[in-house]
């Protein structure tokens, strides 16, 4: 079992930037992938990011590439989602996810991952 937790949401103006942590306890002796989703009121989760366990690849949604970097430092059991250039429309809360599969071509669906945090608020004022 794998415990997620996201800190560093908040509330930022348009054009702000805000950086979100995602820190993993327990097994973390294995290995794992990770993703970013997001979920606005009244909306179905999206993918914005992920990261897969050990070349680095990452992989953005259309709507934050160039914009949102996502990084990983496995020393620190620990993902983040720097996320520039901050947009109304990016309210959301933000939920960072393990897959088990560290090469998984099916990074963007929900369904894929095995452990999700608790979630983050994210409000950008415009």
């Known amino acids: 079992q794998v415990q997620l937790v996201e800190s560093g949401g908040g509330l930022v103006q348009a054009g702000g930037s805000l950086r979100l942590s995602c820190a993993a306890s327990?097994?973390?002796?294995?290995?794992?992938?990770m993703g970013w989703f997001r979920q606005a009121p009244g909306k179905e989760r999206e993918f914005v990011a992920a990261?897969?366990?050990?070349?680095?690849?990452?992989y953005y949604a259309d709507s934050v590439k160039g914009r949102f970097t996502c990084s990983r430092d496995n020393t620190k059991n620990t993902v983040y989602l720097q996320m520039n250039s901050l947009k109304p429309e990016d309210t959301a809360v933000y939920y960072c996810?393990?897959?088990?599969?560290?090469?998984?071509?099916?990074?963007?669906?929900?369904?894929?991952?095995?452990?999700w945090g608790q979630g983050t608020q994210v409000t950008v004022s415009s």
């Open positions: 990261i897969n366990w050990s070349r680095g690849s990452t």
């Open positions: 327990g097994r973390t002796g294995s290995s794992y992938a």
């Open positions: 996810a393990a897959d088990r599969n560290l090469y998984s071509v099916r990074y963007y669906l929900t369904e894929e991952y095995d452990y």
